[in-house]
């Protein structure tokens, strides 16, 4: 039972935080400044989501040799970089681990 | 999931109302830690900040749309398809197409992560961890961000909020990506303007 109303209470906040700006009518403006940031969002956010898992070892900051995520994620942000494929990237960054992982 | 306490039905449920995959795997972590209600839909509130401002920030390409396509967007609104619908309509936001574009994605992404969960769900541990198939997420979030990096101001903002996230990677309830994102913006509106140089 609370575990149902746990689902539905997080349903309901996700949906207002998704919804929230969405449906402001449309002669409502936003300030200048919080217009000008929105446009770092997804360059920022995006971002933070993969960092810690390339450059973190069970919580610890790792710049090693031995640390083959992180070799791997360079192989892919050149691969996301050059090419722009979704899948590419993935499919890559996926051998390039393996490749790693045996190497050292 | 099951190991959590929680029943498939329960995480099917979770999947298709909730559908926020990152809040999801915090709410089953404290679920199965046996956190009080409250603090669970606190922690999956603020792991999905970002939300917010995806909805801020995607709100100018749909200027005009009705309510109920608007509902249809927020509903779909992951990290996926936005970073998708931005890659494509960001530098050109008066082309026409903007809703069946986004839908377009959305739906192919909606059934292949319900699709995903429930296979999830009836496979359980039994895909081999030595296939490391938990760096694909990572990567995914490689494919989406790198080609947003257009001009210096995004490598700015990225970068920063990148090497945030590592350093406050330490907080409770995810706080660092809440974080890593606000110190990533500032910079990237501070770098605009001591740079003088315009977004792209």
Redesign the interface.
């Known amino acids: 039972m ?10 309901a ?3 207002a ?8 009518p ?1 002669h409502v403006r ?1 300030p200048t ?2 217009r ?21 070892q069970k ?1 610890v ?1 790792s710049l090693a040799l031995g640390n083959e ?1 992180l070799l ?2 360079i192989v ?2 050149a691969v ?2 050059r090419f ?3 899948f590419a ?2 499919a890559i ?2 051998l390039a ?2 490749v790693f ?1 045996r190497l050292f | 999931m099951a190991a959590a ?3 498939p039905l ?1 995480a099917m ?2 999947s298709v ?4 995959g ?2 999801m795997l915090a ?1 089953v972590q404290l ?1 199965a830690e046996g956190a009080p ?1 409250m603090v ?2 606190v922690a ?2 603020v792991v ?12 100018p390409y ?3 749309e009705s ?1 109920a396509r ?2 249809i ?3 779909n ?1 992951v ?1 996926n398809p ?2 998708l619908f ?2 494509r309509f960001g530098t050109r936001p008066d082309a026409p197409g903007k809703f069946e574009y986004f839908a377009g994605i959305a739906v192919p992404v909606w059934i292949c992560w319900q699709a995903t969960v429930a296979a999830g769900l009836l496979l359980g541990n039994q895909l081999p961890a030595a296939w ?2 938990d ?15 257009r001009d210096r ?2 490598v700015i ?10 350093l406050a ?2 907080l409770p309830l995810r706080l ?2 809440a974080l ?2 606000m ?7 501070l770098a ?1 303007r001591f740079l003088k140089a315009e ?1 792209k």
């Open positions: 609370t575990v149902w109303l746990i689902i539905l209470c997080m349903s906040a996700t949906f935080q998704r919804a929230s700006f969405l449906l402001l449309d936003l400044l919080l000008r940031a929105l446009h770092y969002v997804p360059a920022a956010v995006l971002t933070a989501i993969w960092t810690p898992e390339l450059l973190l919580g900051l995520r791997a994620g892919a942000i996301a970089w722009g494929a979704t990237t993935i960054g996926l681990l393996h992982d | 306490g929680i029943s329960e449920a979770m109302l909730v559908y926020a990152a809040a709410a679920i209600a669970i839909v999956a509130f999905n900040l970002r939300l917010f401002m995806y909805s801020a920030s995607i709100r749909f200027a005009g309510l608007r509902l967007v927020s509903y609104l990290d936005y970073a931005l890659q490391k198939l760096f694909a997420a990572p990567l995914a979030f490689i494919a989406m961000s790198i080609p947003l990096l101001l995004m903002a990225a970068v920063s909020a990148g090497l945030t996230a590592v990677h330490g660092g990506l890593a994102a110190v990533g913006i500032a910079a990237g509106v605009e977004p």
